[in-house]
Nanobody
Framework: QVRLVESGGGLVQAGGSLRLSCAAS???????MGWFRQVPGKEREFVAA????????YSADSVKGRFTIFRDNAKNTVYLQMNSLKPEDTAVYYC??????????????????WGQGTQVTVSS
């Protein structure tokens, strides 16, 4: 089992920044970690993902240039630095762990474990 705990969400004005953290514990042999977001009535949307080894990372077009995913292997923690936030970034953000794939997944069904989610609200 892998346990994922997100933190760092909150309320911020448009143009502001937040940093989300995802601490992984348990059987942490996942190959990649991802961030997704979801608003009520919509499907969960891919935001960004990164492998635990190497420098491969991938982010959605909607957040490129504004969001950065990075990791601290020593702390088993993945971060999502969000800059230039917009009201449309408002959502519950979820951290997820993918096992057994040799590429960076970008679909929810490709992830095996999920955190509880953290709310991000961007006011205009």
């Amino acid at each position: 089992q892998v346990r994922l705990v997100e933190s760092g969400g909150g309320l911020v004005q448009a143009g502001g920044s937040l940093r989300l953290s995802c601490a992984a514990s348990g059987r942490t042999f996942s190959n990649a970690m991802g961030w997704f977001r979801q608003v009520p009535g919509k499907e969960r949307e891919f935001v960004a993902a990164i492998r635990w080894s190497g420098s491969n990372a991938y982010s959605a077009d909607s957040v490129k240039g504004r969001f950065t995913i990075f990791r601290d292997n020593a702390k088993n923690t993945v971060y999502l630095q969000m800059n230039s936030l917009k009201p449309e970034d408002t959502a519950v953000y979820y951290c997820a762990a993918s096992m057994g794939r040799d590429y960076i997944p970008d679909k929810p069904y490709m992830y095996n474990y999920w955190g509880q989610g953290t709310q991000v609200t961007v006011s205009s």
